[in-house]
């Protein structure tokens, strides 16, 4: 999400009377790429861009065939095949090794429902939603996008039979991952990518401490959506300008949750840490860390009455990952991979032993 809003701020930016974009999308993978489906990039047509679709190998001739598609006003699809030892392959020597497909879009600013609108509605969304790209039909590019949005009806998609699109979207919600698939109307084939589009985490960090700046200062460099539980007098101004809320301790019981809300105690204070420990406990987040050793996780156990701390699944005390953490910067990233892991249901194992593929397949 943090590149989606990297791209719609070049956006609105621009003077859309005097320049023209086109929206350079990753719609499939092979083998290994750096960036995997939903990469973006955002080219204007004085050669400048945000966002990326792959290490730095690719951008340059993404670039080229961009200014192509935006002075012809005609989108068109760049497959990028690194598989092979050929040095007049671009990418080769600079570790992609795989087949990288670019649909590279003209994006026209009157249209309402063009890409760069539809990903601005998603910016607060607080569930998964499915962006439909149609590639191409019968093999001639011909892009066009919907969005499917949790719980309403799904739009039209050319003359797709519903049923079918629906059993697509249905597996895509499954896997929780993106997958192309090969959709037929009116005996024609369309090429369709339905994107699993996640909502921006939300990390609500209790605490007003020093430690909490370091906290809230990687949660948004990943581009989280940061909340602040404490005492605004003892928050810094700078801080409390770059965060979504800050919320007194006393107001924590009206603050609510949803499945991709990362919850960490880090007051320093054991007695609010007790009163707004339970509260999260009933919201059921996906994660939620406590700060402190693990005798203190006990301690605060054993003063709890009609709740066994320890059968709690998503409790992590100590929170964070063992990566030797002393000061607090070094602290936050240990507790960010640590949410990380857990809410991409990986284990946080070095790579080096990992065998296989460092991403897994899209879809099985």
């Known amino acids: ?10 956006y609105d930016s621009l003077d859309h009377n005097n320049e023209k974009v086109a929206l350079a999308s ?11 489906i939903g990469a973006r990039m955002l080219i204007r047509s004085n050669g400048l861009w945000v966002g990326g679709i792959s290490g730095g190998c690719l951008e340059g001739d993404a670039l080229r065939q961009a200014q192509h598609t935006i002075f012809t006003n005609t989108p068109s699809l760049v497959v990028y095949d690194t598989r092979e030892d050929d040095s007049n392959q671009i990418g080769v020597g600079l570790g992609c090794n795989g087949k990288i497909e670019v649909l590279l879009t003209p994006i026209d600013p009157s249209d309402p429902d063009n890409e760069i609108e539809l990903l601005r509605s998603l910016l607060r969304a607080e569930q998964p939603n499915i962006l439909a790209k149609v590639i191409s039909t019968d093999g001639k590019i011909a892009p066009q996008n ?19 699109l629906e059993e697509s979207i249905q597996l895509v919600k499954q896997k929780k991952s993106h997958r192309v698939f090969e959709l037929k109307s009116d005996n024609k084939s369309h090429r369709v990518l339905l994107e699993f589009i996640r909502p921006e985490t939300r990390l609500i960090i209790i605490g007003d401490n020093y430690d909490v700046n370091a906290m809230a200062q990687v949660g948004q460099t990943l581009g989280w ?37 990362a919850v960490v105690l880090m007051s320093h204070d054991y007695k609010w840490d007790q009163i707004i420990l339970q509260h999260f406990i009933k919201e059921s987040p996906p994660y939620l860390g406590l700060l402190g050793p693990r005798k203190r996780f006990h301690k605060m156990n054993a003063d709890l009455v009609n709740v066994d701390l320890t059968t709690v699944e998503f409790i992590h005390s100590p929170t964070g990952l063992d990566l030797g953490a002393e000061s607090p910067e070094e602290i936050a990233h240990s507790i960010a991979s640590e949410i990380l892991s857990v809410f991409r249901q990986k284990n946080g194992q070095p790579l080096k032993y990992k065998e296989g593929p460092i991403h897994s397949r899209t879809y099985e």
């Open 146 to 164: 919907i969005l499917i949005k949790k719980d309403q009806p799904t739009p039209p998609l050319f003359n797709i039979s519903t049923a079918e």
């Open 1 to 10: 999400m943090l590149e989606i809003r990297k791209i719609i701020s070049l």
């Open 225 to 261: 959506e940061i909340w602040i539980i404490g005492r605004l007098s003892r928050l810094g101004k700078d801080l409390v300008n770059k965060v979504q809320r800050v919320i007194p301790f006393e107001k924590h019981s009206s603050v609510q949750t949803h499945d991709y809300t």
């Open 26 to 36: 990753v719609v499939n993978v092979e083998a290994s790429s750096y960036r995997r």
